[in-house]
């Protein structure tokens, strides 16, 4: 049985004037059916343009240059422009960050729903409207016909990205790549948009690869995480491995940055904030060895010069540092 | 909306008495005196103080403001110096000739301009957008008299496609008529054409950086769905804005192209007027350009919501 996703030594890089910004350097993970992947990393290290990539969306002057995504077996890479549009919306849907700005401002919600069945079924559209609505109740939308007429700015934040997740989840797609979902949205809100997005998702099928920053979030729905680092998976496993036995230094300043809150009577000395020193290299101009190698707390003589490869450390877990090799070959 | 439209009709009340005072000013500011032009520049003092007297012009000018305004509050224009007719009636006599003009001439523009914005935007720093800027920045450049003349010796006097010269309103027989509107109309809509086409692409491209717009192509729309119904609808609005004062500025340019096709426009008439020292006549037809202007835009305000569902009135 084929994964819902294997993205196999992904290539995006920007050519630009001042040269080649190498967004997704190479990437490498799957996803299986019905898994809630999570990938992690700070901000510009590729996350997102892994989602637009497996859409083959990669804004200009981007492009993918090298490697290749399979879908449920098939090689997205070899699609035609119009294959890709089939893919689009119905095997494979997307949620994006800011539902401020990500539905159409222009259009009603209804309208955006119905365009969305209609682009992929042969349906009427009184029958895609029946449709949209139901999807609007499962994703517990308060008064979803009237809804149907509202215009997004009518709707809270809350609200609109219910709608965006009614709307990817309409035709039942294999995978959802979600782009920091709640990110944006408020605090009280965001675990309930969370939970209903991947209720609504476990009921359809639906794998999720979900983009954050937000390592609580991660805690709470992944089945697996894939650490990403200046357009490198660095690390990635089952998220008890992941949470419990942090192979990279770079994973592991990751969970020692989550602020804790001292709960309960008995405050102890608060611990300051872990904080991890340096700045993420330019993508224009990556070190030859390890990308997290000036950062690195533990960096050592094969660092500055080698690339380290994935290093497996269980059926599920691997780490591209060279502090695993010996552990690997043992 | 209802309360909408009557507040802005309100306003316009304030606005026309400064316009009205502007004209009035500037007209009055002129060097000449229309009793000259009236009698000959040989006449007695004493003939020229009477026709002075008989037009009121021997009156301070402040009375002779007031007198004007008030005559203007309760819809009389007055009679024009130089032809003796009510200004009022040679203003609907020659208006809807400037206005069929105008307006031919806007729709051709946003025919011409909104398809080369988009197409422009599409193609961004390619060979393409460079050509369509190029043809843009040529209209914006040319001088509306020379364009004018020249469409009239390629197309009428070389090809012989259209009438040189004559004149049948449109109303009396639409063909003819708008054989004798194809040049002027074309000529006056070259030049918003390309400012609209380049408002056209920076809004689109604009639009275009924007989220909803991706998530549009993640839905699996084509490029041109994804152009032309989620970007243009919203890139409109901002077009909108300067169609609304391309065409205040038509109105103004109209004299131009009505002088160079030998059309029976009000802009014709305002120029004749000036040269004349026509007061009441450049004072009235002014005053009702600008009354016209305002309804433009608020036509373009109200127009503007259909466009962008998150204006409120």
């Not at chain 1, 050519?15 to 019905?34: M, N, Q, W």
């Not at chain 1, 992947?37 to 996350?47: A, I, P, Q, T």
């Not at chain 2, 708008?178 to 604009?206: D, K, N, Q």
């Not at chain 2, 391309?246 to 192209?257: D, E, K, P, R, S």
Request: glycine residues 8%.
């Amino acid at each position: 049985m084929y994964p819902v996703l294997k993205i196999d030594n992904l290539q995006t890089h920007f050519h630009t004037r001042t040269g080649v910004a190498k967004a997704i350097d190479v990437v490498s993970f799957e996803i299986g059916k019905g898994e809630i992947v999570c990938v992690v990393g700070e901000s510009g290290c590729g996350k997102s343009m892994t989602a637009l990539s497996v859409l083959r969306l990669v804004p200009h002057p981007g492009r993918i240059v090298g490697g290749e995504i399979w879908l449920d077996g098939e090689n997205l890479m070899a699609f035609s422009e119009s294959e890709m549009r089939a893919v689009r919306g119905d095997r494979v849907s997307m949620i994006f960050q800011e539902p401020m700005v990500s539905l159409n401002p222009a259009f009603t919600i209804g309208n955006q729903l119905i365009e969305a069945v209609r682009i992929h079924r042969r349906v009427s559209r009184t029958e895609a409207r029946e449709r949209a609505i139901a999807m609007l109740r499962r994703v517990e939308l308060p008064a979803p016909e009237a809804r149907m007429d509202a215009y997004p700015h009518e709707l809270s934040g809350g609200m609109r990205q219910r709608v965006m997740i009614a709307e990817a989840l309409l035709l039942d797609p294999a995978l959802l790549l979600a782009d920091e979902p709640t990110t944006a949205l408020d605090v009280t809100v965001q675990a309930q948009v969370l939970e209903v997005m991947v209720r609504a998702a476990r009921e359809s099928g639906t794998a999720i690869m979900m983009i954050t920053h937000n390592l609580a979030v991660v805690s709470e729905i992944a089945d697996r995480v894939v650490v990403m680092y200046a357009g490198r998976v660095v690390e990635q496993g089952t998220a008890e491995e992941i949470f419990t036995r942090p192979a990279h230094p770079y994973t592991r300043g990751l969970l020692r940055a989550i602020p804790s809150l001292p709960l309960g009577d008995d405050d102890g000395p608060r611990q300051p904030l872990y904080e991890m020193g340096g700045l993420v290299p330019s993508l224009t101009d990556l070190p030859p060895g390890c990308a997290f190698c000036p950062r690195c707390p533990e960096a050592f003589a094969p660092c500055d010069r080698e690339r380290p490869p994935g290093f497996a450390l269980g059926s599920t877990h691997a780490a591209a540092c060279w502090l695993h090799r010996q552990e690997a070959e043992r | 909306m209802l309360a909408y439209l009557l507040k802005r009709i309100v306003l316009m009340v304030p606005t026309l008495l400064l316009v009205a005072l502007m004209v009035f000013l500037l007209v009055h500011f002129i060097p000449g005196d229309p009793a000259i032009v009236m009698v000959g520049g040989d006449a007695t003092p004493e003939a020229l103080e009477q026709v002075r007297r008989s037009l009121g012009l021997d009156q301070p000018q402040p009375v002779q403001f007031v007198t004007w305004f008030g005559h203007v509050v309760t819809g009389d224009l007055g009679r024009s110096i130089g032809t003796g007719i009510p200004v009022f009636e040679t203003i609907c006599e020659r208006f809807p000739t400037t206005f069929v003009l105008t307006t031919l001439a806007m729709l051709f523009s946003v025919a011409l301009a909104v398809p080369s914005g988009v197409l422009a935007a599409k193609f961004r720093n390619t060979g393409k957008d460079y050509l369509f800027m190029l043809v843009s920045l040529l209209g914006v450049s040319l001088p509306g008299f020379w364009l004018g003349l020249m469409a009239l010796l390629v197309f009428s006097v070389q090809l012989g496609w259209f009438p040189s010269s004559g004149y049948v309103p449109i109303w009396q027989d639409p063909i003819a008529g708008l054989r004798y509107m194809t040049l002027p109309s074309i000529t006056l809509g070259f030049f918003m054409a390309a400012v609209v086409a380049r408002m056209t692409r920076s809004s689109m491209l604009e639009v275009m950086r924007l989220e909803y717009v991706t998530h549009a192509r993640a839905k699996g729309l084509t490029e041109w769905s994804v152009l032309l119904k989620h970007a243009l609808k919203n890139a409109f609005a901002p077009t909108l804005t300067t169609i609304g004062i391309q065409y205040g500025m038509l109105l103004g340019g109209a004299v131009v192209t009505e002088t160079v096709f030998g059309l029976p426009g009000l802009g014709r008439f305002v120029v004749t007027a000036i040269y004349s020292r026509d007061y009441p006549a450049v004072q009235g037809c002014i005053l009702f350009i600008a009354l016209v202007y305002m309804f433009v835009n608020l036509a373009v305000d109200v127009l503007y919501k259909a466009f962008d569902p998150r204006v409120k009135y």
